[in-house]
């Protein structure tokens, strides 16, 4: 080998969407087959405008396909979702560098 | 130290990128209904971010090159050979071994999104993603192969095997020349992961 490994994940979160669909396939949420079905029509819509790389663009695919099959399989709820994700994004900005990040029990 | 932000950028958590928000929110969510274990995605990650690469697949490749019994049993049902040398699990379900020789080189794609052979080879590498392998492989195959720098022999058919979630390919690739002595672990030091998918041919020692 004597090229340097190269790491598997780009960035922290395209492992946890990654390791999201992983559990979620593994707890039975959906099987496999639908979940490759789903993201490889995700895939083909965002390849209409632009020709992915495979990297970051790979992986918000992978996140819209998150988000379809469970909003499809009735697992999470879109409004709950942008709730959701508002609350983190204003907790970041309110909490002091440093200190660890989080939301109030919902 | 420079410093020249003019708002209050240092003074807070800096914020994830967007995407990382949803995939945050999507998490809490979950969790919240008991659907999914947080420990259980940290271990999914630690997994394939360390424990599981293409050096699996180079000891099975090393195995086949240097058992023949081996080698037709890996051909017959990969499936169960795989998971008797421990490689099983996650999209290893189905797996289908591919020898290339002097008549045939094989070389896989997944056109649908991006299945790939898990437990033999890790988290597929960024190209393997990409549009422009996933449609070009299919179409002019040498044309990809010379981009990853391999020259086949006019002789030799190029074969692309398309995955699917239910099915996975790993490419035997063929044996370099001058490994008579080698025993398996010096073996499969030569297996590339690009070999394994069929891009790249294995290093010769």
């Known amino acids: 080998m004597t090229q340097a490994p190269q790491p598997v994940f780009e960035a922290p979160w395209h492992a946890q969407a990654f390791a999201l669909a992983v559990h979620l396939n593994e707890k039975g949420a959906f099987a496999w087959p639908d979940w490759a079905e789903v993201f490889g029509v995700v895939l083909a819509e965002h390849g209409l405008t632009k020709e992915l790389d495979g990297g970051d663009d790979y992986f918000l695919a992978w996140i819209d396909a998150l988000e379809r099959i469970c909003t499809r399989k009735n697992l999470a709820e879109a409004e709950a979702l942008a709730g959701l994700k508002a609350q983190w994004e204003r907790a970041y900005l309110n909490t002091p560098h440093g200190d660890p990040v989080r939301i109030d029990a919902g | ?205």
């Open chain 2, 1 to 205: 130290m420079p410093h020249d932000h003019h708002d209050h950028d240092d003074d807070h958590a800096l914020l994830p990128p967007d995407p990382a928000l949803r995939v945050k929110a999507l998490e809490t969510l979950l969790t919240r209904k008991g659907l999914i274990d947080p420990a259980a995605l940290d271990e999914i990650i630690e997994t394939y971010a360390h424990k599981v690469g293409p050096r699996n697949g180079a000891q099975v490749v090393a195995k086949a090159w240097s058992d023949p019994a081996f080698k037709e049993r890996l051909l017959d049902d990969a499936t169960s050979v795989c998971a008797d040398l421990g490689f099983y699990g996650r999209q290893g379900e189905h797996l289908v071994a591919v020898e290339n020789t002097a008549e045939q080189h094989n070389i896989v794609v997944c056109t649908l999104c991006s299945c790939y052979p898990w437990p033999l080879l890790g988290i597929p590498p960024g190209w393997y993603k990409s549009d422009a392998y996933r449609a070009r492989v299919v179409r002019e195959p040498r044309a990809v192969l010379a981009d990853f720098g391999v020259q086949l022999p006019d002789g030799q058919a190029v074969r692309v095997w398309d995955s699917t979630a239910e099915i996975r390919y790993l490419v035997i690739p063929q044996r370099p020349e001058g490994t008579d002595g080698l025993d398996e672990a010096a073996l499969a030091d030569l297996v590339t992961r690009d070999s394994m998918i069929g891009c790249g041919l294995a290093n010769t020692p």
